[in-house]
């Protein structure tokens, strides 16, 4: 490397990839027969919320994170053909995005190694209450095929550095629950963040919010992808609604917003023409590979 050149990033072949759009309901939501729940296009079929971020890190190995993990995992993990994870990034406690973490046992079987969870105080003491027979295998009455997991605690303002990537946690608000929202970056050889971000990097992930904090928007410069909440037209107390989420994303200038979180209410083919320009509606399955 010449002189006033800068260190590429480590990693490549990065993606961002959708697992799940849905809000907690799902879409099609039970017992509804709506225009959007019995609509045959395939976007407006949206699974419980969850993304996944896959790459190649400097040793050529393949490595996936988890962005929460919800019930619908397994359909989701399928549907892509996931045979590892390295890591799993709670947003927060609830059960839309929790309750499959017992799914990813089948992972440890594949990689024949533990898988690192990383979640706020509050998300940790859920997991371990809720899977007792997972962190508490010493109390189940039979032995029986469990997760193997170590979890991290993580606060607003923390920097996870894992195979070239960095995780920068912040936090917004969820009606009146602090959630963690992260920020995405490529490092240098340094440990440094790359000055040429590969792939939708730098990005940012901020599902399940209603109101965006002071200090989370230095979190939100100058990126080129900016994943975002959206449920609705109506207003409703802890999520934003379609008005609130493009002023956020007009605000933050990302090259590229990817709305989700949505219910029934709205109707892909309805909605997305309508967007301002560098504005879409994600769907499950949505691959977000670069500019």
Not at 71 to 83: G, N, Q
Request: hydrophobic share 40%; aromatic share 8%; proline share 6%.
């Amino acid at each position: 490397m010449t002189h006033g050149e800068s260190a590429p990033p480590l990693v490549r072949d990065v993606r961002f990839l959708l697992l799940g759009t849905g809000t907690s309901a799902g879409i099609p939501v039970i017992g509804c027969d709506c225009e959007v729940c019995t609509s045959d296009d395939p976007r407006d079929r949206r699974t419980r919320s969850g993304a996944a971020i896959s790459f190649v890190d400097a040793e050529g190995r393949e490595r996936l994170f988890l962005l929460d993990c919800g019930p619908d995992h397994r359909e989701h993990s399928i549907r892509h053909r996931f045979k590892r994870v390295d890591g799993i990034l709670f947003t927060h406690d609830h059960v839309d995005h929790t309750f499959g973490l017992d799914d990813v046992r089948r992972y440890n079987a594949l990689m024949k190694s533990p898988i690192e969870v990383f979640a706020d105080a509050r998300t940790r003491e859920f997991l371990e209450r809720v899977y007792r027979h997972i962190f508490r295998r010493h109390e189940n009455v039979n032995d029986s095929f469990v997760a193997d997991l170590f979890v991290r605690t993580i606060s607003p303002g923390d920097a996870i550095d894992r195979h070239g990537l960095r995780f920068t946690v912040f936090e917004v608000l969820h009606g009146r629950l602090p959630v963690l929202a992260f920020r995405v970056e490529a490092l240098d050889a340094a440990g440094r963040v790359a000055a040429v971000q590969p792939g939708p990097l730098p990005l940012a992930y901020c599902t399940d919010l209603s109101a965006m904090p002071p200090a989370a928007w230095p979190r939100l410069s100058g990126l080129r992808t900016l994943v975002l909440d959206m449920l609705r037209y109506r207003a409703h107390p802890t999520h934003l609604t379609v008005d609130e989420a493009v002023a956020i994303a007009a605000r933050t200038a990302a090259s590229r917003t990817v709305f989700v979180h949505m219910t029934h209410d709205i109707r892909h083919a309805t909605l997305a023409p309508e967007l301002p320009a560098g504005m879409e509606l994600g769907y499950d399955g949505l691959v977000l590979s670069g500019p």
